[in-house]
């Protein structure tokens, strides 16, 4: 599998196989959702966020909201809004996805 292939990969929504995001958009594997590791993209298409709530996260407050797959509804994970933190501010507007609710595909 050459590199060329992997940055061309797919992720899709493991309960309805709906593309997400691709592999070109992942910015981070070192996340933690709700369910366990989560990634981190730069983009995401097919989702429905809801509304936007503060949440107090491990590093910081953020104003977020809940992903949803559109064609399913399940629950992917969530989008940052906004960053309380300085240093936190680069996360805004990036999707947390958890890595139990996709799979990737070549
Ligand atoms: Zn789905």
């Not at 953020?62 to 994970?77: D, K, P, Q, R």
Request: net charge positive; proline share 2%.
């Amino acid at each position: 599998m050459s590199n060329l292939d992997d940055q061309s990969a797919i992720y899709r929504c493991k309960n309805c196989q709906t593309p997400i995001a691709s592999r070109s958009e992942l910015l981070s594997k070192r996340f933690l959702g709700k369910t366990g590791p989560a990634f981190m993209f730069s983009h995401a298409r097919n989702i429905i966020a809801g509304s936007k709530q503060d949440r107090a996260l491990m590093t910081g407050i953020y104003s977020v909201a809940g992903i949803y797959c559109s064609n399913c509804g399940e629950e992917l994970g969530w989008k940052y809004l906004q960053a309380y933190e300085e240093r936190q501010k680069f996360k805004e507007g990036r999707f947390i996805i958890e890595r139990a609710k996709i799979f990737k595909e070549y």
